[in-house]
């Protein structure tokens, strides 16, 4: 168990829906990523955030969004969903604004029918 | 764009044989390479490499980094079924991981 925890741990809905996927990181880690994990794309990276502030970004739809709140819980919000975003989702934590050490959540299993 | 390519896709392999892994990449601002194990959750990390020609290890785990030939050899010696897993290779280059596809590796009894 890495600390970090995802909710929920599967998700289906329609395409044309909204979804939001939240992230807790483990304690006292200030920086969140996340991941887009497909089989065809393998494992993307899509944004950083660091102490609530956007801190990199990645192959990231422009209709996906997320932002980290005061508590440094991170939301990613996925909208106009296609069937190709489809995907396990990944949160990470690192201590530091930026490490290879990175501690990944269980992950989020999005189903877009 | 960064690249990272890993070969062979997958692998079969009975128990006690060895494995070797490889990963290619282009990147731009390079400054390490990095494995990590995935099982049926999430990534789990493994080695971090900086220097070329120095070798990691971690029991029946090592490897290596060639920075002159932009490549890296994850090999795996006396496999067991608890080394059945996708093998994802990563590099950080821009303050960013780009991750290879990965390595699926799966150990027979």
């Known amino acids: 168990d890495s600390g970090v925890t995802q909710t929920p741990k599967h998700l289906i809905t329609a395409t044309g829906q909204r979804v939001t996927l939240r992230c807790s990181p483990r304690?006292?880690?200030?920086?969140v990523y996340w991941y887009q994990q497909s089989l065809d794309q393998g494992l993307q990276f899509l944004i950083q955030?660091?102490?609530?502030?956007?801190?990199a970004k990645g192959n990231i739809l422009e209709r996906f969004s997320a932002q980290q709140f005061p508590d440094l819980h991170s939301e990613l919000n996925l909208s106009s969903l296609e069937l190709g975003d489809s995907a396990l989702y990944f949160c990470a934590s690192s201590s530091r604004e930026f490490s290879y050490e990175q501690y990944f959540g269980p992950g989020t299993r999005l189903t877009v029918t | 764009e960064d690249k990272v390519v890993q070969s062979p896709l997958s692998l079969v392999v009975h128990e006690g044989d060895t494995v070797t892994l490889n990963c290619s990449y282009e990147v731009t601002n390079f400054r390490s390479l990095l494995w990590y194990k995935q099982e049926k959750k999430a990534p789990t990390f493994l080695f971090m490499l900086t220097s070329s020609g120095i070798e990691k290890k971690s029991g029946r785990l090592s490897s290596i980094l060639d920075k002159k030939e932009l490549f890296s050899i994850l090999n795996i010696t006396a496999t067991q079924t608890g080394d059945s897993a996708i093998y994802l290779c990563?590099?950080?280059?821009?303050?960013?991981?780009?991750f290879g596809k990965g390595n699926q590796v799966v150990v027979i009894p």
């Open positions: 990563a590099v950080d280059g821009n303050n960013r991981l780009a």
């Open positions: 955030y660091y102490n609530g502030e956007e801190r």
């Open positions: 304690s006292g880690d200030l920086s």
